[in-house]
């Protein structure tokens, strides 16, 4: 089949005004969980958090990479790394982030934009306790985005590691944690049949408030 003729085809709803929340967050947290409510097993909800993360290098030129959404609340999006890896070197020089969202199966997209910083050490920690142990030994021996020779090189860092840290007890790293995203625009895309798609956007104001506009599609 040719990549061109792969096309679909959006009817499941429609987003109007009077469907939005004032507060975006709000709204994010709706579609959030409908999204979540409409996957009945815990495979179909896997990675219903993933979003695509872009930042940009000193030149302006943007990297993108996946990952995964772990909390949003009134400060905005949180997601975990290590901040050594490019993404958070880019967010050190320039903390503009933009973040989208695609829920195929809901037919709506989301996209926002906001400057990155770090969350408290201590609330990363609360989420660095949660994960596997697995999990936190990988967040010592990546170092993420570095150039490894082989495979080895990681296996050999598990292995030591795994020495190092026999029990549950494995601390955190000093340049593992969380950025929270504070956003400044976030819009809303509810695919529509003939690509007459509808599309909310909110612009935070100097003040605070949001302003809400229908963008063409
Ligand atoms: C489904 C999925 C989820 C991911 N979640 C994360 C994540 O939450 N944090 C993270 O640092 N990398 C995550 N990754 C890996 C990133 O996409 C990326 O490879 C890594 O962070 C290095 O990116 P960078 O070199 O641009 O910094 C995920 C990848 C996939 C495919």
Known sequence: ???ADIRRDYNLAG??????DADPIVQFRRWFDQAVAARSTEAERMDVNAATAATVDAEGRPSVRIVLLKGVDERGFIFFTNYDSRKGQEIAGN???????????QERQVTI??????????????YFKSRPRGSRLAAWASHQSEVIANR??????????????????????????????????????????????????????????????????
């Open 1 to 3: 089949m040719s990549i």
């Open 15 to 20: 987003l109007r005004r009077p469907d939005l």
């Open 95 to 105: 903390p503009n982030v933009a973040m989208v969202f695609y829920w195929p199966d």
């Open 113 to 126: 934009a906001g400057a990155a910083s770090k969350i408290s050490r201590a609330e990363s920690e609360t």
């Open 152 to 217: 080895q090189v990681l296996e050999s860092r598990w292995a030591e590691l795994q020495a190092k840290y026999p029990g549950e007890d494995v601390p955190m790293p000093p340049n593992w944690g969380g950025y929270v995203i504070a956003p400044v625009r976030i819009e809303f895309w509810q695919g529509r049949p003939s690509r007459l798609h509808d599309r909310f956007r909110y612009v935070k104001q100097a003040d605070n408030r949001w302003v809400i506009e229908r963008l063409a599609p």
